[in-house]
């Protein structure tokens, strides 16, 4: 599995926290930055990290900023991408099973970095069901090529 992973200063605290996650379980990984707290942009962390992932580069990405929304709304503007941004446990699965999100988005302002590494670790060990599932991922694909529904 191949992650791609970025933040803004506003997540540059979870990123830190999950790169650490990453290498202990022996994860690849490539960080995007950015590399310290001071401000930055998140849209260019968010399409680095977007693109990576729907070109197949990466299997996965990963992105932070302060609440999580901003840099999934960037990311979730290249074509294929699915961004979500969870808060908690259940969302972190749910966003696998039922919606195969590619990419986690989450808040340094919003969660610690230990609910990060939580919710990180959950994500990526959550397969998406399928099922039922795959018709509203379709749909999500064909608003995205501007089909009809």
Do not use: W
Not at 29 to 48: I, R
Not at 86 to 106: P, Y
Not at 126 to 142: P, V, Y
């Amino acid at each position: 599995m191949k992650i791609a992973i970025g933040a803004d200063h506003g997540g540059f605290c979870l990123k830190e926290a999950i790169n650490k996650y990453l290498d202990e379980k022996g994860i690849e990984y490539t960080d995007f930055g950015c590399y310290s707290e001071d401000s930055v942009d998140y849209a260019l962390y968010a399409k680095k990290v977007a693109e990576g992932v729907a070109s197949g580069e990466f299997d996965k990405g990963i992105l932070c900023c302060g609440t999580g929304i901003g840099i999934s709304i960037a990311a979730n503007k290249v074509k294929g991408i699915r961004a979500a941004v969870v808060t908690n446990e259940f969302c972190a699965e749910m966003t696998r099973r039922h919606n195969d999100a590619n990419i986690l988005a989450m808040g340094g302002r919003v969660i610690t970095p230990e609910q990060a590494v939580k919710f990180t670790d959950i994500f990526l060990n959550t397969e998406f069901e399928g099922g039922r599932h795959e018709r509203r991922i379709a749909q999500i694909a064909a608003i995205e090529n501007g089909e009809e529904l």
